[in-house]
């Protein structure tokens, strides 16, 4: 089976922190994608990586960046949380382009 | 814009009877779809997947029909049970250089006992 952890599952933060949210897949997976899902809003793309160190913007990049060093991991930074970015955040890896598994969700909360 | 949505926001049913929840897309050229379970406090879990090329698809409980016509999927649970309680939603991909899933914003099912 797929696996995909993301580093915690609940997160409180101050405005203004800097916030890194981990995410690993056992599944040597090429694409890896953070979403945030938000009440009425579903899931919105943020960012997601095609390869090692590649990363191309989603829907709504701004405020975040990611980083991509080994093939397993995908890493989503908050630069200077605000209270706009609590939300729920998943995690998904995929084989190809198409079918994606996702992570238990960290829901981030910040103060 | 291109839409992924559902006809109903929730859905309730007695244990035992079948559940359909329904959804409509409006991206003609989707070539493929997918069903996702979410409960509470989880992150979402691939229930079943169709290609366009295909009009329905069986799992184990689940049957997802794939009509082209009028641009709408919907999944059906058989014998629905209490763990089925959860959010459903669907999504479809476009394929080319999109990379992306477009997910519609998930139907509430919950089964009563």
């Known amino acids: 089976d797929v696996k995909v952890t993301q580093s915690s599952r609940y997160l409180v933060k101050r405005t203004g922190e800097k916030v890194f949210l981990e995410c690993v897949q056992d599944m040597d997976h090429e694409n890896m994608f953070w979403y945030r899902q938000d009440p009425g809003l579903g899931l919105r793309l943020i960012y997601f990586s095609y390869d090692v160190k590649m990363k191309e913007k989603g829907d709504i990049p701004e405020g975040y960046s990611v980083s991509r060093e080994k093939k397993e991991r995908f890493s989503l930074i908050l630069e200077s949380a605000s209270t706009n970015q609590t939300s729920m955040y998943l995690c998904a890896s995929s084989p190809a382009v198409d079918t994606q598994y996702f992570g238990p969700g960290t829901r981030l909360t910040v103060l | 814009g291109e839409s992924v949505g559902l006809h109903l926001p929730t859905l309730s049913v007695q244990e035992g009877d079948n559940s359909i929840i329904n959804c409509a897309y409006s991206n003609s050229a989707s070539d493929y779809f997918i069903w996702y379970k979410q409960e509470s406090g989880k992150g979402p879990q691939f229930i079943i997947d169709?290609?366009?090329?295909?009009d329905k698809r069986q799992g184990q409980r689940v049957t997802v029909l794939l009509n082209k016509t009028v641009k709408h999927l919907s999944l059906q649970i058989a014998a629905t049970q209490p763990g089925d309680s959860a959010v459903y939603f669907c999504a479809e991909f476009s394929g080319g250089s999109n990379y992306k899933l477009t997910f519609g914003k998930g139907t509430l099912l919950t089964v009563n006992p």
């Open positions: 169709i290609r366009s090329n295909m």
